[in-house]
């Protein structure tokens, strides 16, 4: 057994050296993911709350014709081999608060966004970047749970994120719900600007 213990609804990623990875999503919800990136192909894929790297280290070589932005908090927690990723596929990670103005800002001069807020404050997250948001543009969620959604490998979900939290969104006439076919499956939940 390696330095993590499993805990249902986060898999870990071993990768040949014997390292070890969080990766806080079930292998479905990885799936999910990278079919709507195939899908949408966003120009520009926006993780807030790489933590450890898990998912970044999965979508990174996926997305590696477009721009993958990983924002975190706390570089420190960023595992060393998902460090090495960005810089050979020649990504950035923002070491800051994802909520000063400065990152949001920055964020928003990009186009053609994907936003995928899952670090420590998915509410807030939420609420910020849905107001730079453009046309076109995707702002998505983890650890969205509505209490009556079946999540595949998730006995016993955990919600960060309810559908109280995001009832503005699912109000705002500018803002559609992103397809449920898939997402009804896992903890994420998403919408487009129109």
Same mark, same amino acid.
């Given at each position: 057994?390696?330095?993590?213990?499993?805990?249902? !609804?986060?898999? &870990?990623?071993?990768?040949?050296?014997?390292?070890?990875?969080?990766?806080?999503?079930?292998?479905?919800?990885?799936?999910?993911?990278?079919?709507? &990136?195939?899908?949408?192909?966003?120009?520009?894929?926006? *993780? &807030?709350?790489?933590?450890? !790297?898990?998912?970044?280290?999965?979508?990174?070589?996926?997305?590696?014709?477009?721009?993958y932005i990983g924002i975190e908090i706390n570089h420190g927690y &960023?595992?060393?081999? /998902?460090?090495?990723?960005?810089?050979?596929?020649?990504?950035?990670?923002?070491?800051?608060?994802?909520?000063?103005?400065?990152?949001?800002?920055?964020?928003?001069?990009?186009?053609? %966004?994907?936003?995928?807020? #899952?670090?420590?404050?998915?509410?807030?997250?939420?609420?910020?970047?849905?107001?730079?948001?453009?046309?076109? +543009?995707?702002?998505?969620?983890?650890?969205?749970?509505?209490?009556?959604? %079946?999540?595949? *490998?998730?006995?016993?979900?955990?919600?960060? /994120?309810?559908?109280? #939290?995001?009832? #503005?969104? +699912?109000?705002?006439i500018s803002f559609h719900l992103y397809d449920q076919t898939q997402?009804?499956?896992?903890?994420?939940?998403?919408?487009?600007?129109?």
């Open positions: 057994m390696g330095r993590l213990e499993p805990i249902e !609804g986060i898999n &870990i990623i071993t990768l040949h050296t014997g390292e070890e990875i969080r990766l806080g999503h079930s292998w479905h919800e990885v799936d999910v993911l990278k079919e709507v &990136i195939k899908r949408e192909r966003p120009e520009t894929f926006v *993780e &807030i709350g790489v933590h450890e !790297g898990g998912l970044s280290y999965l979508l990174l070589p996926f997305m590696a014709w477009k721009h &960023i595992r060393p081999e /998902v460090i090495l990723r960005y810089s050979l596929l020649g990504r950035d990670i923002y070491s800051g608060d994802c909520l000063a103005e400065e990152t949001i800002e920055k964020i928003s001069q990009f186009s053609g %966004k994907m936003i995928y807020c #899952d670090g420590g404050n998915k509410v807030a997250e939420l609420h910020a970047y849905k107001e730079i948001c453009q046309s076109g +543009d995707l702002l998505f969620t983890h650890d969205y749970y509505d209490g009556i959604r %079946k999540v595949r *490998e998730v006995k016993q979900p955990q919600a960060e /994120v309810t559908p109280a #939290d995001v009832a #503005d969104i +699912d109000n705002d997402l009804r499956t896992t903890r994420i939940q998403g919408w487009r600007k129109i």
